[in-house]
């Protein structure tokens, strides 16, 4: 049960989000490209990073939060995959894709946390990094 209130917490926030943001996100990937979320999720990884290294926020978003926008990053990036446009990035299939995407990266999170490291690189996703993230999302689904 702890699984399943995790996916529909990760769900909520991102349907809750897109709207405030309006679309933001695949506005931007369809104008930048897909590397466009992979920046936002370097970004977020950064600041994980600097987290676990000082535990000192000063902006009201916890390392706790950041992973989670992190594994929505993922969803998004992998659930955007083959849309282009934004008719079929906001349409009720691409929401059943990310939801998808978000069960995928509970269920395996070293897979795929390996799999986003081959694409951004060690320089930026440390396995030092990852390992922290996938024992932390382990804890939370345990």
């Known amino acids: 049960m702890k699984k399943n209130k995790f996916i529909y917490d990760r769900v909520l ?12 996100v695949d506005k931007t990937r369809l104008l ?4 466009a979320d992979l920046v936002r999720m370097a970004d977020k990884i950064h600041r994980i990073e600097n987290l676990m290294m000082t535990n000192d926020a000063k ?14 990053y993922m969803a998004i990036y992998q659930s955007g995959e083959g849309h282009d446009c934004i008719e079929t990035l906001s ?10 995407e978000v069960q995928d990266i509970v269920s395996q999170p070293e897979v795929e946390f390996k799999n986003l490291q081959s694409k951004l690189t060690k320089e930026i996703l440390s396995d ?15």
């Open 59 to 72: 902006v009201a978003e916890s390392i706790e939060d950041t992973i989670f926008d992190l594994i929505n």
């Open 128 to 142: 030092f990094t990852m390992k922290y993230i996938v024992d932390y999302i382990q804890v939370c689904v345990a």
């Open 32 to 35: 930048i490209g897909a590397d």
């Open 91 to 100: 349409s009720p299939l691409r929401l059943m894709d990310f939801i998808s």
């Open 13 to 24: 926030t991102y349907l809750q989000k897109n709207r405030d943001y309006g679309n933001s």
